[in-house]
């Protein structure tokens, strides 16, 4: 391999002679070889947006040649349609609190400018990576709005997964609103709800994340950029300070807003916790419902068996025609995976010191995970799992039937205690409520069955319509015999 000799203030060090990146890239290869992953295609391109918008607000403020400007945007237009990527050799998590990071998009966007404007790889001479493509910026201001950036970038994808989510509990909803089945209150038969109910309440928390999430989202619209390395806008021309955040707004299609207190935007981090904290909500709910959905598809002969699952693959080596929950699962092990990596984000917010947070490496390496797997957990549990979902309809109202959950539905007309009772002789004898009610005469078979009718059972306010109805009756009945 041909090399060539590049310096920086630790040394001389040999580079490939046909490498974009320079010495101080390769320095942060061989420093941080920790996770396999280089940096993420959605942090490049957030870089490649901010080192354009840096360009032109530099050339706005006349401190920037015009030559050199468009230089440095033709690059990061390179960068932006997918070029040159393999480019970014460091590692996600490195210590220099993403020094490297910068460095590497520096030299990369330096080089393809150098070239364009006829000197060569490694050189210089036209376009420097310090002088030029991080004029006006510190990695302390340019790192944690790429992390925001990309964040946003891939926060959006996953609300348009969530959202689809929904769409999807919501027909199922329908699908089942007059399925009967006994609800359940600690693993015991609680009082009947409808299976659509079920599925309704779970769109209904999964709604809720959507708005922390977006909330969330909003918050880390507030960059740092003219901070530069502390929050005091050392060496930034008050034009580049005006103009910075408009136009990566601009360039990004995010309503990106510049902080208030430039020196609290660099050293903390809160912003950022709380949307992970907002991903961690997500995937607990997530969770309980993958929890749920395997709970009611056990057995499917010995258990419960309320629901069947689509069959998505073998689940033995060595029991034939045994089926998993595989894709409630998956979902399961997501959320392990995120609530761990919320701790992880949490420490670093809490282990920052002074005016800046070193952290935010592995930080925005978790975010970016947590947000990704999420992602694709959702997409699969919905394709996989939820839209193939059938109801034990057959099953579900046999349970009913032979439950004594229902007997919570007569208190209202017979009384506690006598429901009570009828409750134990029912366990006692295997007799239903239903038969145990018509045989003491102590309602008719048509109270019973307006009592008893699925609606009356689930839906509030119903129960009292007919108590009413029922005194209406009486109160009725009583006047016709006082007229005769």
Do not use: W
């Amino acid at each position: 391999m041909d090399y060539r000799l590049e310096s920086d203030s630790i040394g001389e060090k040999q580079v490939d002679s046909n490498a974009y990146y320079g010495v101080q890239s390769l320095r942060g290869k061989e420093n941080f070889d920790i996770t396999g992953k280089h940096t993420h295609r959605e942090m490049i391109n957030a870089l490649a947006n901010i080192k354009k918008a840096c360009a032109i607000a530099n050339n706005m403020a006349g401190v920037l040649e015009d030559d050199k400007k468009e230089a440095i945007v033709y690059a990061c237009e390179k960068i932006l349609k997918g070029e040159y990527h393999d480019q970014f050799i460091t590692d996600m998590i490195q210590g220099g609190a993403g020094t490297t990071h910068n460095m590497n998009a520096n030299e990369v966007i330096a080089n393809i400018a150098n070239e364009k404007m006829g000197g060569g790889l490694g050189s210089y001479e036209y376009i420097h990576p310090n002088d030029h493509v991080n004029m006006s910026q510190s990695t302390n201001d340019v790192f944690p709005t790429s992390g925001k950036i990309a964040t946003l970038v891939l926060s959006n994808r996953a609300l348009d997964e969530l959202n689809l989510f929904i769409k999807s509990l919501e027909r199922k909803s329908e699908e089942f609103d007059d399925v009967l089945k006994m609800g359940r209150t600690q693993l015991q038969d609680a009082v009947p709800i409808r299976l659509g109910q079920e599925f309704h309440a779970y769109a209904s928390v999964m709604k809720r994340d959507v708005e922390r999430i977006s909330a969330a989202n909003e918050k880390i619209k507030y960059i740092n950029m003219g901070a530069t390395a502390i929050g005091t806008g050392i060496n930034v021309d008050p034009v580049y300070f005006k103009n910075i955040t408009p136009i990566i707004s601009e360039l990004t299609g995010f309503d990106l807003k510049q902080a208030k207190d430039l020196i609290d935007a660099t050293n903390n981090l809160d912003s950022l916790v709380e949307i992970s904290s907002a991903y961690k909500n997500l995937a607990t709910n997530l969770s309980k419902i993958a929890s749920d959905l395997r709970l009611m598809s056990s057995g499917p002969k010995t258990m419960v068996s309320d629901i069947i699952l689509p069959a998505r693959q073998n689940g033995s080596s060595i029991m034939p025609g045994k089926v998993n929950p595989v894709i409630p699962e998956v979902v399961n092990q997501v959320a392990f995976r995120i609530i761990g990596n919320d701790m992880t984000i949490t420490m670093c917010s809490e282990s920052g010191q002074l005016e800046l947070n070193a952290f935010e490496p592995v930080l925005f390496y978790s975010l970016f995970e947590s947000i990704e797997i999420v992602t694709n957990a959702l997409k699969t549990f919905r394709i996989n799992c939820v839209d193939g979902i059938k109801a034990n309809r057959e099953e579900l109202k046999r349970d009913v039937e032979l439950s004594v959950g229902v007997v919570t539905a007569l208190v209202p007309h017979i009384g506690y205690r006598r429901s009570a009772d009828i409750a134990k002789e029912s366990l006692k004898t295997g007799k239903t409520i239903k038969e145990i009610i018509l045989e003491n005469k102590l309602l008719t078979e048509d109270e019973l069955q307006e009592i008893l009718d699925p609606v009356s059972m689930t839906r509030p306010g119903i129960a009292a319509e007919h108590l009413i109805k029922k005194k209406l009756r009486k109160e009725l009945k009583q006047a016709k015999k006082e007229l005769d």
